[in-house]
Structure formats: structure tokens, C-alpha cells
């Protein structure tokens, strides 16, 4: 198995890009940053979580972890095992009894349910050392407090379409799935027109 590295949640904070934020996991024990763009509606229950805030009605990773517990299935680990295009992936270790197996997930939902599961979040040394920059904790903004955090920045705002040629593939994919959520059709329509433009 190749080296890995523990990773704790820095910060979370506003990314350039319309609906999108950058997570920030810092090295146990180093110095080094990894930063990770993820959507609105992830960065609101990472943040939830960390803050100790419970929604009225349970979200969309409270009720996946709803149904993991009812089928008495834990989170043991989180592992981002994967860097394409700018993409992260990653696994999700689970076990059941004396049963244990993997899922696949997106990096940003991983996360979610590692900090709700409150298991150890992991990376590959070679990740960590393409994608990684030195830097100390004063260096990134603290993660918001919870009225301001999960009330009002993570609410997705502008549904401008401008600008689209400046965002990075990520970005786009972001915005689309955001899009697609929303119900904003013509707006997805446009996001994955420009998706499919690059791919030409």
C-alpha cells in the first residue's frame, strides 16, 4: 500500500466561482494545505457538523446516514485515493459486523460523512505532493460561524450565466449539478453546452 497521510478540516471558504467553495485539509502533522473545491450544499453540511448545528428536518447526508445506521453500517475511514484533470476521488471505508467494503464517492460528499461519522480522512502521499502548498493555519480564513455559514453564504445566490469560458472544468461540473438541482434548466443547458464545447 503506498504511504498516506491523515488530514483534518482547516477551513472552509468562498471560492471564485459562482455556488462554489474551497475546503482546505490540512497535514496532521505537517505544514502542507490541500485545497478542494466543493458545491454549496456540501460546504453548508461539513459546516453544519463542525458547528454542532441540526437542521430542522434532516438533509441529504443525515438521512444517508440514517440509512447506514439503520442498516448498521459505520464509516471507518475516508480515503481521497484518485487527482484527474483537477478532480479529486475518493473511497469511503465501511464496515458491517465483521463485513468490510468500500464506496465510491465524490471527495465533497466524503468529506461530509467523515465529519459526521467523526472517522479519519486520508490521502495519498503522491496526491498530497502534486496538489498540496505550504502554509500555516493564519493563512486561511476560519471556517464562519453558523448563522452566517449555513443561512447565508452557502444559499446559492446570482443564477448569471456570464462568465462561463472562465471557469475551470471542476467549476462547471459544480455549477451544473447546482443547475440541475435548482431546476434551472435552461441554466444547466447553457453549463453543459460550454462542457461539451471544451470536450470537442
Known sequence: MSERIALDIVSIV???SHGAYTLVLGEKNGSRKLPVLIGAFEAQAIAMELEGMK?????THDLFVQAMQALEVEAIEVMITDLQEGIFFSKIRCKRGFEEFELDSRTSDAIALAS????PVFVTAKIMDEASYDGDESEAEPIESP????????IPGSKSHAGLDNQSDQ???LMLEEAIRDEDYTRAAKIRDEINKRKK
Do not use: I, V, W
Request: aromatic share 4%.
Open 171 to 173: 467549476e462547471l461540473e
Open 116 to 119: 459526521k461519522f467523526k472517522c
Open 55 to 59: 437542521p430542522s428536518r434532516p438533509l
Open 147 to 154: 448563522g452566517r455559514m449555513a443561512h447565508e453564504e452557502l
Open 14 to 16: 468562498p471560492a471564485h
